[in-house]
């Protein structure tokens, strides 16, 4: 049943978003992934229950290595799930662009007029913040794959996610690198201009300040920016012992690579956004020594794990991410609850969404707490020869 507080907020913040609604930005279509028709044009056989499920992901743009690994861990678990014949999902997949205003429209469209059971995404906490309570006044339960900002499933009954907080995470990897690295002295660098990146950095001052560290400086940058020389030169001036920085990929691998450049070799931790094999593709050898927490390690020995890698590998020529890994989890959580829902019926979902606990699912044992928060354990891993490798 929902909560009158978190339904109010719902109500207030999607008023608030008339403006951006008009505007929409869509210009997207649904499509079936894998050619699959939606389930209203789709027979049931048997028991099998036939949801439709809307994802909302960043298909183009900056963030498209992001959207791209999410839908290909999607589309993966989806051929699975409907080769065990259990349920029956049909992901009518939508482009947000990163742009809160695609994603709401998308979202809306997807609510509205193909009438999907749930969602998954969008991408980026920004996006959720949009998102989210449009999806909770209307009673659609949504899961973000990759939204790590304080606030997230606090915005309603109906939104859950499956990706461990920065304020999980981000502690980790801290903890980890002071301990390896004996830092009295921290610089921080982040984007002021997204959620996702200001809730990073918040965490990062708190958890610096908590353990007595010394802040020599704190930089701030926007997204797309390409030159951070001013911001490097007052770090370097500092002479930090550990550089914490908030980023998404694309501005995180370009900072490391100028910092290396301009002679800083005070190692970095990075927030979620650093969870990326782009971050090695675009940095090259100014990523290694990066060190981040994350739920997903892909050479952990675990029969599960390694099956998924390989048949990932084998699907799309590359490797899985955090990203795709989170994903693919995701849609069999979801599947699990519609299963137990027995119905297609967004309540029932939702109510046996928030009573998953104990799912051992890629990412290791998965449970939702008493606000669709995840209760996991993190990782802490760091780049080196070129990879992501265990942080000892």
Known sequence: MRKFSKGLISLVAVSSLLGITACGGGGT??????????????????????????????????????????????????????????????????DSAGKQEQALSSAQKLMNSDNVSAIIGPTLSTEMNVVGPEADMNGVPIIGTSTT????????????????????????SIDAAVKAYDVKKVAIIYGNDDVFTKSGFDTMKAVAEEKGLEITTIEEFQKGQADYNAQLTKIKGTNPDLILASALYNEGAVIMSQARKMGITAPFVGGNGFNSPEVIKIA??????????????????????????????????????????????????????VERAGSDDRDAIRDALAETKGFKGILGEMSFDEEGDIVMDPTVLTIKDGKFQLFQ
């Open 29 to 94: 279509s649904s499509e079936p992934a894998g050619g699959e028709k939606p389930a209203a044009e789709t027979a049931a056989s048997g028991d099998t229950v036939n949801v439709n499920v809307g994802v909302v992901s960043i298909l183009t743009g900056s963030g498209a290595g992001y959207g791209e690994a999410i839908t290909n861990g999607l589309k993966l678990a989806n051929k699975e799930i409907t080769e065990q014949g259990k349920v029956k999902l049909n992901l009518l997949i939508e």
């Open 149 to 172: 900002a304080q606030g997230i499933p606090q915005i309603g009954d109906y939104v859950f996610r499956n990706s461990i907080p920065e304020s999980m995470a981000i502690p980790a």
């Open 284 to 337: 090259g050898e100014a990523a290694e020594g990066l060190i981040v927490a994350t739920p997903w390690f892909g050479d952990k020995q675990d029969e599960k794990v390694q099956a998924f890698v390989e048949k990932y590998t084998a699907e799309y020529g590359k490797a899985p991410d955090q990203f795709a890994a989170q994903a693919y989890d995701a849609l069999y959580v979801l599947a699990d609850a």
